[in-house]
């Protein structure tokens, strides 16, 4: 691994300090090297602070360091004036001689202009260290600007069996597939992503909160497919605790493919990363629609015998994992 290589992937590790905080922004790292030291590091503040850039540079107590200084940033700063200056004209401004960059913002408010503005005024950029997992990182972003549409995870638990639910149960509440572990890495997964939705009969049947109680961190918009607006107001998904974008059928049109709308509302809202909890029906349009980017599916101890089927897919594995008496699969849509 080159020395290059090495910071950026240093700037990959602490952007992720910003996941579930920066959205709808990238959520970007940044590190400063002098003298074969890094001197300084910074990630992306929550939106509508600092970017990684910024919070890099102002951590440098002594700002004569920069002018012999290399900055390292996983996405190409930026060119443009939002909630704050651009990045790179900060960086011209510090004269930091040599900036190294994991991928170029694709934005077509950036898409290149900032690595322009930096080589037009002198700067020493390079471009393309760790692009690929770089890319990765930025996952959500690039989804959004490039497929016009969220990141959508698909996320669901089912039997040894195959199934996802009973066919009926005594009480308005989950049935359990997975155990505690499982549901509290869920909690974490909701934290990190802007928004989370389910259809109208896990609304209800289950009765979910779909709010973050087993984890730190801030709660999703919920979003909810109810076509004829059946659902009482009393339910869980309702409650002040988050906002709630309720689907009906005065906002698309159920006899048209469901998923390109629904995508294409959360993209004019700025949403760019989206949890579907279910159900299998919920599930199971989008894959048909083929609108998901990543699989997170949990496979219980437990038999039903017979319930509701969980939804079809083909996709590659990328990871398996114990949790204890669960298997987690998560598969990457090609």
Same mark, same amino acid.
């Given at each position: 691994? #080159? /020395?290059? &290589? #090495?910071?950026i992937k240093r700037c990959i590790a602490i952007a992720?300090?910003? =996941? +579930?905080i920066t959205r709808p922004n990238p959520m970007v790292g940044c590190v400063i090297v002098a003298n074969n030291k890094i001197i300084s590091e910074g990630f992306t503040s929550a939106y509508g602070g600092n970017h990684a850039e910024v919070?890099? /540079? &102002?951590?440098v107590k002594d700002k004569s360091a920069l002018k012999q200084a290399? =900055?390292?940033?996983?996405? &190409?700063?930026? #060119? %443009?004036f939002g909630k704050t200056p651009p990045c790179s004209d900060l960086i011209i401004k510090h004269r930091i001689p @040599? $900036? $190294?960059i994991g991928? /170029? !913002? !694709?934005? *077509? *408010? $950036?898409?290149?202009?900032?690595?322009?503005?930096?080589i037009e005024a002198g700067i020493d950029v390079t $471009? +393309?260290? =760790?692009? !690929?997992?770089? @890319? *990765? %990182?930025?996952k959500r972003f690039f989804t959004f600007h490039n497929k016009k549409r969220p990141y959508i995870i698909l996320k669901w638990a089912e039997t040894k069996d195959g199934f996802i639910a009973p066919k009926s149960k005594a009480k308005q509440e989950p049935v359990w597939i997975t155990n505690q572990y499982s549901r509290q890495l869920v909690h974490k997964w909701r934290a990190e992503e802007q928004a989370i939705l389910v259809g109208t009969n896990t609304a209800l049947e289950d009765n979910p909160s779909l709010t973050v109680r087993n984890w730190t961190g801030g709660n999703p918009i919920r979003v909810l497919i109810d076509s004829s607006n059946r659902l009482k107001k009393h339910l869980n998904i309702f409650t002040s605790e988050a906002e709630t974008i309720v689907i009906d059928q005065n906002i698309i049109d159920f006899s048209k493919p469901v998923g390109i709308q629904i995508c294409d509302i959360l993209f004019q809202k700025n949403i760019n990363s989206l949890i579907i909890e279910g159900g299998a029906k919920t599930l199971q349009t989008f894959i048909d629609e083929n609108l998901w980017d990543e699989a997170r599916v949990f496979v219980g101890d437990s038999i039903f015998k017979n319930g509701i089927k969980a939804p079809k897919f083909s996709a590659t594995l990328l990871s398996q994992t114990k949790l204890q008496n669960d298997l987690l699969n998560i598969y990457n849509n090609d």
């Open positions: 691994m #080159s /020395i290059h &290589e #090495s910071y992720k300090n910003g =996941l +579930g919070n890099a /540079i &102002e951590a290399t =900055l390292y940033v996983t996405l &190409e700063p930026c #060119s %443009h @040599k $900036v $190294v991928c /170029i !913002d !694709d934005n *077509q *408010q $950036v898409a290149g202009k900032g690595i322009k503005r930096l $471009v +393309g260290v =760790l692009e !690929d997992e770089c @890319k *990765q %990182h930025h």
